[in-house]
């Protein structure tokens, strides 16, 4: 039985969600313990409970010490990922894109193809909004050949959730091999201005603001368009904007979301200024983005490589839990001011 120590490095629900699966996947038992010790509300949250039920319904597994608090499970993986429909309600809203994070690479290995409906919180704080995950993380696993679809039908904020997204997956393992280094040139910028039961004043304001900053450092030439969306229908009120950029060899993203006081033009130009930011230092992938590509360079047939700004605390615990359990080897190397991440995979096949 693997044992890991949730405290360990970032201590947070990323290793949770990587270690359950990384176990389903492998078919290892697993026992994890003091979960989440470093937060201030240790233990289990009821997002966390929802992905071990999705990860353990594929794999008709069995968990010990499921519920809300809970610091310590035990985890007994009995078969390979089954295809079918399935759906599951968050309860809050607890976030779908770092639900989706965990259970996309064990919807990736049943063979046949999955639909997964879920139901929770779309755009909601320390979270990747799930328009990111459409338009950035999904278009970039599918350098990976994973096969994947998703799909937003209503957005959900805080505090009622109640976002229902649609994820499609089908048999895509396995991995191939990626190489994410400097990017050449720029083809197209594009983004998504949204608000939800508000004004749309308020989404055309952010899109204008991103627009400025773009302009100022020189990258509206590349600018397709900012689409101003308030036709989605949404669970209580909220905004974002998602910029990306398709370049040569990549998509690289910038988001912001809406807060109460926080300014239209601030919250684009925050989105704006993190796309920037990358695209000038030339690298072709951005940090939310890097610490989910660390789990599939893992599992991948080959080395994989990926260049970018730092390696987070997040990125290196997830590199210390991947080659953990699955045995893949990583490097990390120092290229002046930038790091690259060299990945061993171990060509999982399920």
């Known amino acids: 039985m693997i044992e890991i120590d949730g405290s360990y490095g970032e201590g947070g629900g990323q290793l949770l969600r990587y270690s359950i699966a990384l176990a389903a996947l492998l078919r290892k038992d697993i026992h994890i313990f003091n979960i989440r010790a470093k937060r201030s509300n240790p233990g289990l949250r009821r997002q966390h409970l929802t992905a071990i039920k999705i990860i353990s319904k594929f794999v008709d597994g069995r968990v010990e010490g499921l519920e809300v608090g809970s610091k310590e499970i035990y985890f007994y993986p009995r078969q390979n990922p089954r295809p079918g429909k399935y759906f599951f309600d968050i309860g809050t809203a607890g976030s779908i894109p770092l639900l989706l994070q965990a259970v996309l690479p064990v919807m990736l290995a049943a063979r046949g193809e999955i639909r997964l409906e879920l139901k929770g919180g779309t755009i909601v704080r320390w979270s990747p909004p799930i328009i990111y995950i459409d338009r950035v993380l999904v278009p970039l696993l599918r350098f990976f050949g994973a096969k994947i679809k998703v799909e937003t039908i209503r957005h959900g904020f805080y505090p009622r959730g109640g976002g229902l997204v649609i994820a499609n ?38 899109a204008k603001s991103a627009e400025r900053i773009l302009k100022k450092y020189g990258y509206i030439k590349y600018l397709k368009k900012i689409e101003i969306d308030t036709s989605t229908p949404a669970i209580d009120k909220g905004t974002c904007i998602v910029l990306w950029a398709l370049t040569d060899n990549s998509v690289i993203g910038g988001d912001s979301i ?93």
């Open 258 to 350: 809406g807060e109460r006081g926080k300014p239209a033009e601030k919250v684009g130009e925050e989105a704006a200024m993190a796309l920037v930011d990358i695209l000038e230092a030339g690298v072709a992938i951005d940090p939310h983005a890097l610490d989910n590509l660390i789990i599939y360079m893992s599992l991948a047939d080959g080395l994989s490589r990926v260049i970018a700004n730092d390696l987070t605390s997040h990125a290196r615990t997830a590199i210390d839990i991947c080659s953990r359990i699955t045995g893949a080897e990583f490097r990390v190397n120092k290229k002046g001011k930038f790091v690259e991440i060299i990945a061993r995979g171990i060509g999982y096949k399920s």
């Open 169 to 206: 997956t089908k048999f895509s393992y396995p991995l191939q091999n990626v190489n994410f280094g400097f990017f050449s040139h720029i083809k197209e910028i594009g983004g998504i201005s949204y608000v939800g039961n508000l004004p749309v004043h308020i989404a055309e304001r952010q």
